[in-house]
């Protein structure tokens, strides 16, 4: 099993609709979820992070975190065109002294005129 | 503040090459890292360091050695280049106060 997995995709959504990307991770004990945005050829871009289970909304997203199913998730309302890009998960998997995290090999967002 | 540059943007090697790649950071981050990035594949952590003087190990450090005797600077260090080496390498940092990490442009290595 993967430690941290998302589907590739590509998931494809209309303009103005809500994408949802959703990762799951294998280590109870992670504490540090981070969503990254990966435009093609440039570096990742940190969009949000979540610690507590719940909501956390910022503008247009909302990422959602549920430690007892495993699993963070990403809502992108309101979709444009320039959400258009890899959505990479982080977790920050071992409690330790540096913030070493894993990513999930990223899910690619189509947003359709 | 410039963030996190990294050089050189690009790069070709002959096998058995080597090279090294500049990361610095303006922002005093203590922890800085090394990641490559293959296609359609995750960000792999290479080296990781959390001040200056301090390295250690990630996920994928063969072939690599870094070195950090500033906390700006953390440059990676590839002395026999192979052709598995061809990758996009990323650098990050984040101040030891927080997870979240923040990304160089990427050097995108060629090794033929």
């Known amino acids: 099993q993967k430690e941290v997995e998302q589907n590739s995709g590509p998931l494809s959504v209309p303009e103005g609709a809500i994408a949802s990307l959703n990762c799951t991770y294998s280590d109870r004990v992670s504490q540090s979820f981070f969503w990254y945005r990966q435009y093609s050829g440039k570096s990742p871009e940190l969009i949000m992070s979540?610690?507590?289970?719940g909501d956390k909304e910022d503008g247009r997203f909302t990422a959602q975190l549920n430690k007892a199913s495993q699993y963070v998730s990403l809502l992108i309302r309101d979709s444009q065109p320039s959400d258009s890009a890899t959505y990479l998960c982080?977790?920050?998997?071992?409690?330790?002294?540096?913030?070493?995290?894993?990513f999930g090999t990223g899910t690619r967002l189509q947003v359709t005129l | 503040n410039a963030g996190v540059t990294q050089t050189p943007k690009f790069r070709i090697l002959k096998i058995g090459q080597s090279m090294t790649l500049q990361c610095t950071q303006d922002m005093n981050h203590n922890y800085m890292y090394w990641y490559r990035q293959d296609p359609g594949m995750g960000l792999k952590l290479i080296y990781y360091s959390v001040g200056a003087g301090i390295t250690d190990k990630g996920e994928v450090p063969n072939g690599y050695n870094v070195s950090r005797s500033t906390t700006e600077d953390f440059p990676l260090r590839l002395e026999l280049a192979a052709p598995s080496q061809t990758s996009v390498y990323f650098c990050?940092?984040?101040?030891?106060?927080?997870?979240?990490?923040?990304f160089g442009p990427g050097t995108r290595l060629t090794v033929l």
């Open positions: 979540i610690y507590s289970n």
């Open positions: 982080a977790v920050k998997l071992i409690p330790g002294t540096a913030s070493k995290l894993t």
């Open positions: 990050a940092s984040n101040p030891s106060s927080r997870n979240e990490q923040f």
